[in-house]
């Protein structure tokens, strides 16, 4: 049986992830990451828009191989004292399609965001852009570049701000050291069931999902059966979906992804990205049609041809019932390339 899943279903069919064809290995650009891995501690200061002076912070960090290998997640908890915790997940992958190292964040204020990440000799630098929340509830247009200095098991960390008219400024500096080269286990932490509103429209997804189906790989291609689990979950704060995806042992090869989505004000549509352990980094946009009807759209590159895609997504108050994708690729005419059905996992 071959083994793929729902929630990262606009990525499977971006890359031919079956164990008979020759499996990439993840790219150099995140061999740095491993001397990073570990439990770090830190502390530091931070400005806020209305605030002139600093106030301080303190952190714990979590850094990890994932996807075996193809991607490293951060898990930040950042207590800001009386303003709260700050959490925040980083995948950071090497984007094959664009040839660029590429972090996605989600976390509990904004969302989720992609960047661009860069090694610059020990130093991991990492640059986005965006909407940005200040304290009175408004958003202003920025961009940010953090620097994170790595020495050994100390480093130090610079995050440079720039939003609407106001001039740059250092919004965080501080210093951690590693106390334990091993990660703690976080993702429980992660979890919960509260929804902000623009994404009470996912809240049936939410659980662990059983998919069974099946797909084309090519337009002369046979059908293969498919099958695959998903554990699909709000992030804390609940601005964010996360699912983790993973296959059944398929000729000694396992699929795993991850996926986040978030609604996006500016697009009116909540924006989903994918990582898997192929190398395929994806970014969709959904759509609600109906009640029960999701639209999700993505375009890139298969086989070196450029293809644009559909799938359409039933959700019930129970939880995802069906998936189904169509595909143009070059100049060809459109087919359909992926579908399934779902059930609550065992």
């Known amino acids: 049986m071959k083994t793929l899943t729902l929630f990262a279903a606009p990525i499977l069919l971006a890359a031919p992830a079956f164990a008979q064809f020759e499996l990439p290995k993840p790219d150099e650009s995140l061999a740095p990451f491993a001397a990073t891995v570990g439990h770090w501690e830190g502390k530091g200061t931070f400005s806020m828009d209305t605030v002139e002076e600093r106030m301080p912070w303190t952190c714990t960090i979590e850094l990890e191989p994932i996807l075996d290998g193809f991607a490293y997640q951060e898990t930040l908890d950042v207590d800001m004292g009386e303003i709260g915790h700050y959490h925040m997940m980083a995948i950071y992958t090497y984007d094959a399609a664009k040839s660029q190292l590429v972090h996605i964040k989600t976390d509990n204020m904004g969302g989720t965001a992609m960047g661009l990440s860069q090694w610059v000799g020990n130093s ?27 020495d050994g098991d100390s480093s130090t960390l610079s995050i440079t701000m720039v939003s609407g008219d106001q001039a ?24 919960t069931n509260e929804l902000i509103e623009p994404m009470k429209p996912l809240a049936s997804m939410l659980g662990k ?25 709000a992030f804390t704060g609940g601005h964010a979906i996360v699912a983790n ?4 042992e398929s000729e000694g090869f396992i699929y795993r992804a991850i996926g986040t989505m978030s609604w996006s004000e500016s697009k ?53 019932i069906s998936v189904w994708s169509d595909r143009f690729s070059g100049a060809g005419a459109g087919s359909r390339v992926f579908e399934g059905t779902y059930s609550k996992a065992k």
Not at 180 to 190: C, E, Q, R
Not at 245 to 248: N, Q
Not at 286 to 307: I, K, L, N, R
């Open 168 to 191: 740059a400024s250092i919004h965080v500096d501080g210093v951690m050291k590693r106390t334990n080269p091993k990660p703690m286990a976080v993702n429980a932490s992660l979890r």
């Open 268 to 320: 009116s549509c909540w924006d989903h990205y994918s990582v898997d352990n192929m190398g395929v980094v994806t970014h969709s946009e959904w759509f609600q049609t109906d009640d029960e009807t999701f639209v999700m759209m993505h375009s890139g590159s298969y086989m070196g041809e450029p293809y644009a895609e559909r799938g359409t997504f039933k959700v019930g108050k129970n939880g995802p």
């Open 209 to 233: 999902w059983h998919m069974k189906g099946s797909m084309v790989m090519a337009p002369d291609a046979p059908k293969m059966e498919i099958a695959g689990n998903d554990d699909v979950f």
């Open 245 to 248: 995806v993973i296959g059944e």
């Open 124 to 150: 991991l630098v990492s640059a986005g852009a965006g909407m940005f929340p200040q304290m009175d509830g408004s958003k202003l247009i920025g961009a940010e570049r953090g620097v994170w200095a790595i």
